[in-house]
């Protein structure tokens, strides 16, 4: 999430205005927080609060700060307050090809809004928005994304050149827009190296969420499940009570594993993760495991 003010913004609400349409400039910002993370040598997980930005308050722009008699009331106008604005995102880059998982939770008021996820990319790719994923291609490599929620169809989704107006380079700019209450954006991203190298990408809706299947040949395939509300949730081999969950697996083996707040992970009938005093979340690869909270009860099979 960033500020619209010659910086670019990633989502935007509509309603009673657009999300950062405020006056702010070189001295008056936004404001936004690491609120958690894991680093691992299978993946990383980070979440960023920017409920804040989305108001004229802050801290550092409040009256007599940073010292007595300076005001920044020219910037206290155009503010478009949320709920909640929080994004999560999931680097997998352990034994393989990278992918990356996108979640942007933002509700604005509890009543239906448009809402326009952004994306910028290179002026002189392609991005073609006409079938399931969505595909931005350069000179050597592309990037497919797969909208995970809301659906494809659900999606109206737009290009258009986007002008910098400042020495940054210009961009070519996708939205897709929706209209809800809490739209609950997921989008996996993931690179293609080459014509020949796109893995075979398999998605499945669920009560409890969104479970993915991407294979990639030789018996070598990452499974990933989406599961906001937390129940055990199923998909193929995998079973978990993580919120967020994603494996490597070559010919029937683990070689890596994140699971986000679970207490339980499974793969083909196998523990993976016990955790008996509460949700955990962790990460393991090349033997070495990475965890939330030192205190843990837990088991993990390597």
Request: with cysteine.
């Amino acid at each position: 999430f960033q500020a619209e003010d010659g910086i670019r913004d990633l989502v935007r609400s509509r309603g009673l205005g657009d999300v950062y349409k405020r006056q702010a400039g070189a001295s008056i910002g936004t404001d936004g927080m690491i609120d958690d993370y894991l680093l691992s040598g299978f993946a990383d997980y980070l979440v960023g609060d920017a409920t804040a930005a989305y108001s004229t308050y802050s801290e550092f722009n409040r009256d007599d700060y940073p010292y007595p008699g300076i005001s920044w009331s020219w910037g206290h106008r155009g503010a478009n307050p949320v709920v909640s604005a929080r994004r999560r995102v999931l680097v997998v880059h352990g034994p393989g090809e990278p992918y990356f998982l996108i979640v942007d939770d933002i509700v604005k008021d509890g009543q239906p809004h448009e809402y326009r996820w952004r994306m910028h990319t290179g002026e002189d790719n392609t991005v073609d928005t006409s079938a399931d994923p969505i595909t931005i291609t350069g000179t050597t490599a592309a990037l497919q994304i797969h909208a995970l929620h809301p659906s494809f169809a659900a999606l109206d989704a737009t290009v258009t050149d986007f002008d910098n107006l400042s020495s940054e380079p210009d961009s070519r700019l996708l939205t897709l827009t929706t209209t809800a209450v809490d739209p609950g954006f997921a989008f996996l991203l993931l690179p293609v190296p080459g014509p020949a190298s796109a893995a075979a990408v398999t998605r499945s809706s669920y009560p409890w969420g969104e479970g993915v299947t991407i294979d990639r040949g030789g018996g070598r395939k990452d499974v990933l499940v989406y599961n906001p509300d937390g129940p055990v949730a199923g998909h193929g081999p995998l079973e978990t009570d993580a919120r967020l969950a994603a494996l490597t697996v070559r010919g029937g083996s683990v070689l890596g594993f994140f699971c986000l707040d679970a207490t339980a992970l499974a793969y083909g009938g196998k523990d993976l993760v016990t955790c008996t005093d509460g949700p955990l979340t962790c990460g393991l690869y090349d033997g070495i495991v990475d965890l939330s909270r030192v205190d843990a009860a837990y088991r993990i099979l390597d």
